[in-house]
């Protein structure tokens, strides 16, 4: 049984993938505090979506954003305006 020759970039591909959610996993153990918040139902529906897609927890990706927020590594992006939330931002 030979090997096919995209077997060793598989391989390679879900050691990194391995690698990241082992990162993931360790940083959501360290955690020391606990918060509750309200978030509008279509965010959380996204956020879920997305982690979905990642194959991590919501409350992970959640924690993670927070995290890269915070230490700087996630910022909106400098040509867009910060805009203040209005009444409708978050209806049908």
């Known amino acids: ?6 077997d060793s970039y598989e391989k390679v591909k879900m050691t990194g993938k391995m690698n990241r959610y ?6 959501t153990l360290r ?3 606990r918060i509750n918040i309200r978030v509008p ?3 959380l ?5 997305r982690a979905l897609e990642e194959g991590i927890p ?3 990706l959640i924690s993670s954003i ?8 996630l910022a909106r ?3 867009e305006p910060l805009k203040p939330l209005e009444v409708g931002d978050y209806e049908d």
């Open 1 to 6: 049984m030979g090997h096919k020759p995209d």
């Open 22 to 27: 082992q990162k993931i996993a360790r940083a």
């Open 31 to 33: 955690k020391d505090r």
């Open 41 to 43: 139902a279509k965010d």
């Open 45 to 49: 529906e996204e956020i879920q979506k």
């Open 58 to 60: 919501y409350q992970t």
């Open 66 to 73: 927070l995290h890269k927020y915070a230490s700087g590594r």
């Open 77 to 79: 992006k400098a040509s």
